[in-house]
């Protein structure tokens, strides 16, 4: 089965806090993709960064990082002293590379970042 | 970078009409285009591919005669909503990658169409 598991459907954080977005996934397949989208209340989704799965060195951009583990099947992503722009909906996706060109996201967490 | 434009952004109908929204890839060319569709504070679900100068590939459960898709160039993709329900009404936005054969193109969305049937 191909799966997203994003289990905090919502998390709010005042300004300045780290908070990090839990993705947990699911494939059969030894090849895929991971990514991570922003989207913002103006409703497009915004790219963030992919990782595939030969590749498990953490990553930093900015605020942003990301910890993948292969080992627990996870995708985390974490905000550092986060800020009222980050409010959005952050979603995980899967794209393993067997199934055409299906993407799986996770149902989303809702980030409120209060000033 | 890659953009894909989506249009209108909203749209306001009446019931037994019928919508058309149109999904256009700016800079690039995309033989494929996807067509996602998201229930408020819920995931996308994807609706269809859309594939230039073919039928569109439905996902089960998706009803093809309910929403026509054509992909009339390398560079435009449309969903019509037909005879538009009230239960239509949701989250659109269509999808496309630049690099079509890699597995690694991410995937650049439009800005989304939310449809409103009353």
């Known amino acids: 089965a191909q799966k997203v598991t994003q289990a905090q459907t919502e998390i709010s954080v005042v300004e300045k806090e780290d908070v990090t977005l839990d993705c947990v996934y699911e494939?059969?397949?030894?090849?895929?993709?991971l990514f991570w989208y922003k989207q913002p209340p103006s409703g497009e989704l915004v790219f963030l960064i992919r990782?595939?799965?030969?590749?498990?060195q953490n990553e930093i951009s900015g605020r942003y990082s990301w910890n993948f583990q292969k080992s627990t099947s996870s995708f985390n992503f974490t905000i550092t002293a986060s800020q009222v722009v980050d409010s959005a909906v952050y979603f995980c996706a899967l794209r393993p590379t067997n199934t055409g060109n299906q993407f799986y996201f996770g149902t989303g967490t809702s980030l409120t970042v209060i000033p | 970078g890659a953009v894909v434009s989506q249009h209108p952004s909203w749209v306001i109908c009446k019931s037994g009409t019928s919508v058309k929204i149109e999904c256009r890839s700016l800079?690039?060319?995309?033989?494929?285009m996807f067509w996602y569709r998201q229930f408020p504070k819920q995931s996308l679900m994807l609706m269809a591919t859309?594939?230039?100068?073919?039928?569109?590939?439905?996902e089960q459960g998706v009803e093809k005669d309910k929403f026509l898709i054509n992909h009339a160039s390398l560079t435009l993709s449309t969903l019509t909503v037909t005879s538009a329900h009230p239960e239509d009404s949701s989250f659109y936005i269509c999808?496309?990658?630049?690099?079509?054969?890699?597995?690694?193109?991410?995937?650049?969305f439009g800005n989304g169409t939310r449809l409103t049937v009353t």
């Open positions: 859309s594939n230039e100068g073919s039928k569109a590939t439905y």
């Open positions: 990782r595939n799965s030969f590749d498990e």
């Open positions: 494939t059969r397949d030894t090849t895929y993709y």
């Open positions: 999808s496309a990658r630049l690099h079509e054969i890699s597995y690694n193109s991410p995937l650049h």
């Open positions: 800079d690039f060319q995309a033989t494929t």
